[in-house]
């Protein structure tokens, strides 16, 4: 078996260091995909390439919460690998064509749905696990088989080194999926003696997926196709759909190499993306080539560490960053679009899936701003050509489904802010149009059922736009939806003064003001009102009770301060700055104990009652700025910092949420963050590196270096942009777009 030496183990040039000119530095040594899979981080370890359509990860449980990404750190066995997975979110689908190669006979019964392990499940050691950007390994104990991987953006390429066996083979598990998701359909192919093909269409969370493969083998192969049904221990019915395959007897460290590919559209199109990304059998070249995307991607940021653990936390949440959303076009063009229908696109401007916008509008998108404008802009095409295919932005799309999970529209965020910063590749009128029509209540018109489409048009819009506010006797979470709205709203007067509209922009930057109207001046929190505009009673600002109550997964003291947009009228409200300054500290020193019926589990990385765990909170701590306390700022920066990242398994505070926990890392390492995309103002915060450069897609570069550093010197005593002291802890976008150069001194205790 050609296993690697594991990641940490493996020379690493220092950063900054003088290279030659054909020398490039290994970023991906200094990733851990394992970070974030212990605790409810969610993420997978498997091998994939940036914002890749195929995700090759092991699988080791398929019920709860912590299954989300299908694979949990704490667990000994593993039912196999499947080709989709998505990491670090809140929700399960997913975990579709299961492979495990097996030696002997190919147990398959007794299987019991509610159970996390299939009866074919080896047992393993993390001992033998490597996973590297680009690459996975493991020995599966049960069989003696080493398994390794390897990915391209569509495809993917297992080695497989058996041992002596009379009997070796390859269990294909199409029912397979993470939570059980209902089989609508299955269907498989055998091609010849090597090669295998497959369809299979589900209901979950995506209520109507369908996808392909393709696979091929390096060794001929005889076949079983089992077509039959269970019967759980409820009594419940399940289809079952798996391929038995078969190899003449091996040698012992015989290798067997699979290649295999997806397409949303059919298997025809997998075969085509097979043949496009692995026309050969050379692992190691598909490995070396993943790598190398990899080290292309990491090195858009350039850090100088003085320790390598801090070094491994940033260059993993730049890595985790780039996992989604994901490409979902065929090397054909084709792909398959929200009314249902294979669409023929273009593969060079292609279409992407995985929409995370609750939590990514916040961070990674204005990272991607910065980094790579280009692809954000596809991601934004990407969700126009959703609203012209399916009536509606998303607000949490997967596999050309709307899901119609979480709170908000926040797709306006990405267009408004690419606005803003002078970067939209994009039709700004019909994202106007686009931008409206998630703004106003018309559940019609929208290609999905109509439970999906009142949740993506629900009756709180027809309330925010004629009372003025939400009633909480008529919508749940209606704080956090009319706050989120306000803010939404904002970003559509934005699209539409970019569109020539005044006058809708005049408009909807008037509604943006709504957050005013939750606003409880005697208790200073954002409360709930009935429809005739009385306090929502009792009142408890630490109750939770999980998407049941007037917030979404949080709390008044999280939900208070999502005013991003109009800090400045948050800081009115609350009398003045020294009061505000009050009521912030307070949030950062009360009991984080949680009272009510169903505390939320997504409320963690508690600090007082700030939640640095879950989406809400993350801009909360750089208001401070806004009120002339930029120390207060500093200093819980870095207590975040340094309490709720590291480079274990569980470090990660929260959810990882589709780059989002990481993205904000990056940005905040960096020592700044945008308190509210579609306003091109970053705050400054703490730089937790000595040196960072930022290397710009025209060729320019953002560097940033710090005097007198050190982690206890948390403070900022001056700040030099292009050599010009800065008097407010603020910069624009257009200050860093074609270069610039900071120049920080720290200090030990606050100085301004």
């Known amino acids: 078996m050609k296993i690697a030496a594991p990641v940490f183990a493996l020379a690493t040039a220092a950063l900054f260091s003088c290279q030659s000119p054909t020398e490039t530095t290994d970023y991906a040594a200094s990733v851990d995909p394992f970070i974030g899979t212990g605790g409810h981080g969610h993420t997978f370890p498997g091998a994939v390439v940036p914002h890749g359509m195929i995700q090759p990860s092991p699988d080791t449980r398929i019920h709860g919460w912590d299954a989300c990404s299908g694979y949990h750190r704490s667990d000994t066995s593993l039912n196999g690998f499947s080709q989709t997975h998505l990491s670090g979110t809140g929700c399960a689908d997913y975990g579709d064509f299961l492979i495990i190669p097996t030696t002997g006979e190919q147990k398959i019964d007794p299987q019991q749905n509610h159970e996390s392990v299939r009866p074919y499940a080896s047992t393993f050691s993390h001992d033998t696990e490597i996973a590297e950007p680009g690459y996975y390994s493991v020995r599966l104990d049960t069989y003696g088989v080493d398994t390794e991987i390897s990915a391209t953006e569509r495809a993917a390429i297992y080695r497989f080194t058996y041992p002596a066996s009379s009997e070796p083979g390859v269990i294909v598990d199409l029912d397979y999926s993470i939570q059980n998701q209902r089989n609508n359909d299955m269907k498989v192919e055998i091609v010849g003696d090597k090669a295998i093909k497959a369809w299979k269409s589900t209901s979950y969370w995506a209520g109507d997926q369908s996808l392909a493969m393709y696979a091929e083998f390096s060794k001929p192969f005889t076949a079983t196709i089992v077509r039959d049904t269970v019967t759980d221990t409820d009594g419940a019915i399940y289809p079952r759909c798996k391929a038995l395959l078969k190899f003449a007897p091996t040698t012992e460290g015989e290798e067997i190499t699979m290649k295999i590919a997806v397409s949303g559209v059919d298997t025809d199109g997998a075969e085509r993306n097979l043949a496009a990304e692995i026309p050969d059998w050379d692992f190691n070249k598909v490995r070396d080539n993943a790598r190398q995307k990899w080290n292309e991607w990491l090195g858009k940021i350039e850090v100088q560490a003085d320790n390598d653990t801090d070094r491994r936390i940033f260059y993993t949440a730049l890595y985790h960053s780039a996992i989604s959303p994901n490409l ?346 945008q308190v509210a995309p579609g306003i091109p103002t970053y705050s400054i915060g703490r730089p937790w590196f000595p040196k960072a450069t930022i290397n710009l897609p025209n060729g320019k570069k953002v560097n940033i270096t710090v005097k007198n550093y050190g982690k206890d010197n948390m403070y900022i005593k001056s700040m030099k942009l292009n050599g010009k002291e800065l008097s407010k802890p603020f910069f624009s976008h257009a200050d860093i777009v074609d270069g610039a150069d900071f120049e920080f001194e720290m200090s030990a205790t606050p100085t301004r």
């Not at 990272?367 to 607000?395: A, C, M, Q, R, V």
């Not at 590291?646 to 960096?670: F, H, P, R, T």
Request: hydrophobic share 35%.
């Open 328 to 673: 979902y076009t065929d090397v054909d063009g084709r792909y398959f679009g929200m009314d249902h229908k294979p669409h023929q696109g273009n593969a060079e401007n292609p279409v992407y899936t995985i929409f995370s916008l609750w939590d990514t509008f916040r961070a990674l998108h204005p990272l991607l701003t910065i980094i790579d404008p280009k692809l954000n802009n596809d991601f934004i095409n990407s969700l126009l050509s959703k609203y012209e295919e399916g009536g509606i932005l998303p607000k949490w799309e997967l596999a050309a489904n709307y899901t119609a999970e979480m709170t908000g529209y926040h797709a306006v965020s990405l267009m408004a802010d690419a606005i803003s910063k002078n970067a939209a590749d994009f039709d700004i009128s019909k994202a106007k149009r686009a931008a409206i029509r998630s703004a106003i209540y018309n559940p019609d018109s929208i290609c999905a059922s109509p439970r999906i489409s009142n949740i993506l048009s629900p009756i709180s819009k027809k309330y925010k736009n004629e009372l003025g506010f939400i009633p909480w006797d008529v919508e749940l979470e209606s704080v956090a939806k009319g706050l989120e709205y306000a803010y939404d709203d904002y970003c559509v007067s934005v699209i539409a003064e970019a569109a020539g509209d005044t006058a809708t922009a005049k408009e909807y930057l008037e509604k943006s003001k709504a957050y005013r109207q939750y606003f409880d001046p005697e208790t200073r929190f954002m409360r709930g009102k009935d429809i005739n505009g009385k306090w929502h009673e009792p009142f408890n600002p630490r109750s939770s009770n999980h998407r049941a109550d007037d917030y979404c997964e949080g709390t008044a003291w999280q939900w208070t301060w999502y005013t991003p947009h109009d800090v400045a009228g948050l800081i009115e409200l609350m009398g003045g700055k020294e009061p505000f300054v009050q009521k912030l500290d307070s949030l950062f020193i009360a009991d984080s104990a949680l009272e009510g019926d169903v505390n939320s589990p997504d409320i963690s990385g508690l600090i007082g009652q700030y939640a640095h765990g879950n989406e809400p909170s993350h801009h909360i701590i750089h208001m401070y700025n806004y009120a002339g306390r930029p120390d207060r700022t500093q200093e819980n920066i870095d207590r975040v910092l340094k309490e709720m990242y590291s480079d274990k398994i569980d470090g990660i505070a929260g959810n990882e949420d589709c780059g989002q926990m990481s993205a904000w890392y990056v940005l905040n390492a960096l020592g700044f963050y």
